[in-house]
């Protein structure tokens, strides 16, 4: 019996382009496990009568975001970027993943950093309202001058470099949870008359750090995911592991760094390795070198990292002491000027080279971004102050959000009221801090 023998014909550019298809499905659907991350991390922060309602200011932040994003904020970023407003998707469902899927889950990255800093006092129809204002107008403005946009490039013949969101994502985040902070006004108890500062330590260090690790594990997701694993060149579709293997090195140096840099800044700020300094640290490092995994050396990635880790005990005590912001988890000093740090150091830690117009760049896209959340968190936040919608009222912050907001009790067996848990090793605190002695330092 004889065959028929039939030639294989391959398209490779079709296999190729089937593959990064996929690649991009896998890194959305790991970025979306972030939130996992990110709902452990802010619950092992609060106190345990908030801890359901920061969970649920979790579901909701991707519930309400992502279809904000999907039928306005796509649309929005297209248009500021000058390609005009679409309803992403819809006409090619091919453009799920490489369009408003993939931009979804960074874009409620941006929005859960937010929650964290308002833990403890926000409204939750308040929380709500401005995640859908960040998912459908602020994040995407912030895209499509960026991402979308050639408007730095334009004039200056160099774009800003922002490798995977540590500023547009991350530095964006951390400015907007800083000002809607400020906006709200502290915890009650937070700071005595006399300005100086209480100590209101979190109710699971264990949750926090595994909080740390699931986002450390998705970050390999933002970041070596936002590499295609083939690129197009002038003999075909080429593999791209250069960049792959560069991207993954400087993740993982950077993530390292920052929570040895934390953890050494803490050592010497109050003479102990502060759990939650090193978590945090860790997570800092991330942050910082977000911008650039792809174009800085692997020496640029320690110095970022551990810069990054280093300024964080630092820039939390001046937000906390001097600014008298009650940034619940610490999200300015992890998410805000390290992602700002990372950013602006991309000059001097390039593979090129030094480049003055590339730091021109890099802090007009800084300033810019900067400026735009700033002033769009402020006014949303301050109409809602202004309504009486922003806050809930001291009673029922007092009694905890689980009860007042949500009518249950994380932990119905064991109801705390308004003082925090002490661990068996004596006092800690898990929103980003230290103690000693009981005082702040």
Not at 83 to 102: C, E, I, K, V
Not at 193 to 219: C, E, K
Not at 289 to 312: K, R, S
């Amino acid at each position: 019996m004889s065959e028929l023998l039939v030639p294989l014909q391959v398209d490779v550019a079709s296999i190729a382009n089937a593959v990064n298809f996929t690649w991009i499905l896998v890194v959305s659907f790991l970025i979306f496990f972030m939130h996992a991350g990110f709902a452990m991390l802010e619950a092992g922060q609060v106190r345990s009568k908030n801890v359901a309602n920061q969970l649920t200011k979790n579901l909701l932040t991707w519930s309400v975001g992502v279809m904000a994003f999907f039928l306005v904020g796509a649309g929005v970023s297209s248009l500021v970027g000058g390609g005009g407003f679409s309803f992403t998707g819809l006409a090619d469902p091919a453009s799920w993943a490489s369009g408003w899927l993939y931009g979804a889950v960074f874009a409620m990255t941006a929005a859960t950093i937010v929650s964290g800093a308002v833990a403890g006092r926000a409204k939750l129809r308040a929380y709500v309202t401005y995640t859908f204002l960040l998912a459908a107008i602020i994040y995407p403005v912030v895209t499509g001058i960026t991402w979308s946009g050639t408007y730095i490039s334009s004039f200056l013949g160099t774009g800003f470099q922002d490798f995977a969101g540590g500023m547009i994502v991350h530095g964006m985040g951390g400015i907007a949870g800083l000002t809607a902070a400020w906006v709200l006004g502290p915890r009650l108890d937070r700071y005595n008359d006399d300005g100086s500062v209480n100590v209101i330590p979190g109710h699971s260090l264990t949750f926090a750090v595994l909080g740390t690790l699931i986002l450390a594990f998705g970050w390999y997701g933002f970041n070596v995911g936002t590499a295609a694993i083939f690129t197009s060149g002038e003999s075909g579709m080429l593999f791209n592991g250069a960049v792959l293997g560069r991207v993954a090195l400087t993740t993982t140096l950077a993530m390292a760094m920052g929570a040895i840099g934390a953890g050494g800044a803490a050592k010497l700020k109050t003479g102990k390795v502060d759990t939650l300094y090193v978590a945090n640290g860790l997570l800092a490092g991330l942050v910082g070198i977000t911008a650039i995994p792809d174009v800085a050396t692997w020496w640029g990635a320690i110095v970022v990292g551990g810069l990054a880790g280093v300024q964080l005990p630092y820039v939390f005590g001046f937000v906390e002491k001097t600014l008298k912001i009650d940034d619940v988890c610490a999200v300015f000093p992890v998410h805000g000027s390290a992602g700002v740090l990372g950013t602006l150091l991309y000059p001097f830690v390039a593979v090129g080279g030094f480049s003055v117009n590339a730091l021109i760049a890099q802090v007009i896209g800084v300033v810019a971004i900067a400026a735009w959340t700033i002033v769009a968190t402020a006014v949303v936040f301050g109409v809602l102050k202004a309504i009486g919608q922003a806050r809930v009222d001291p009673a029922h912050e007092r009694e905890g959000l689980d009860i007042s907001e949500h009518g249950v009790e994380t932990y119905p067996e064991f109801s705390l009221g308004d003082e925090p848990a002490v661990t068996d090793g004596g006092e800690f605190r898990t929103d980003g801090g230290s103690t000693e002695g009981g005082e702040n330092e």
